[in-house]
């Protein structure tokens, strides 16, 4: 089965600055890999998603990231952060017949001023 | 745009009681699922259904948890006796074919 491991449970980072949060997926073929950002109180909103093509995919809110399969990775960056991203972000990987998702533990991103 | 709603959007229960949460998928979906998330925690795959019946579901998707499908546009999910560690935020979500899940707002389940 697949599973999905984002090693940094939270970042803090100045706004305007960069940002790359970490997301390694494991499963035997090709999955479909996706972020999502959740503030609190609220629901699973999508940022992007990588299903086969370009490696570099673009997404809402200025991020992107970029799927390597040499590393099992699908890092998520956004080059100058504002403080509204402050939430939390989960990585998951679809795969299989159903695609059923399942989602990393979930990286906490903090804004500072 | 469409999207998956709902209800209720929070549901306070004493342990013991049964308790369903509904959704509304979007329209032409095919793939329906429940996920949980335990505060703070992560978002935990409960099950899947599709053509009518589960696809797959997780461990913690026992005895206690069923889902159903009733008149084509609701999809519910029942917890028989509900016990404390069944608090949680309950994500619904479908999609159509391959692409991604559409996830609803989420009932928020505290239990006494």
């Known amino acids: 089965a697949q599973s999905v491991t984002q090693p940094d449970i939270h970042i803090t980072v100045s706004e305007g600055a960069s940002l790359e949060l970490r997301c390694n997926y494991s499963?035997?073929?090709?999955?479909?890999l996706f972020w999502y950002v959740q503030s609190p109180g609220q629901g699973l909103q999508l940022l992007l998603k990588y299903f086969s093509g370009d490696t570099l995919v673009q997404g809402i809110k200025g991020f992107e990231a970029e799927f390597k399969r040499s590393q099992s990775s699908f890092n998520l960056r956004k080059p100058s952060v504002h403080w509204s991203d402050a939430a939390e972000y989960f990585c998951?990987?679809?795969?299989?017949?159903?695609?059923?998702?399942?989602f990393g533990a979930g990286t906490r991103l903090t804004v500072k001023p | 745009e469409p999207e998956v709603t709902q209800t209720p959007s929070h549901q306070v229960t004493q342990m013991g009681q049964e308790v369903i949460l509904r959704c509304v998928p979007i329209s032409n979906h095919l793939y329906f699922y429940w996920y949980r998330q335990i505060l703070g925690q992560k978002v935990e795959f409960l099950v899947s259904f599709y053509n009518n019946e589960i696809s797959e579901k997780s461990e913690i998707f026992d005895d206690q948890f069923s889902v159903e499908r009733p008149d084509g546009s609701n999809f519910t999910l029942k917890i028989r006796s509900t016990k404390l560690e069944d608090s949680a935020m309950y994500f619904c979500?479908?999609?159509?074919?391959?692409?991604?899940?559409?996830f609803g707002e989420g009932s928020r389940l505290t239990v006494l």
């Open positions: 998951a990987v679809g795969a299989g017949n159903n695609n059923d998702m399942r």
């Open positions: 979500a479908s999609r159509l074919g391959g692409g991604e899940l559409f």
């Open positions: 499963y035997g073929a090709t999955p479909y």
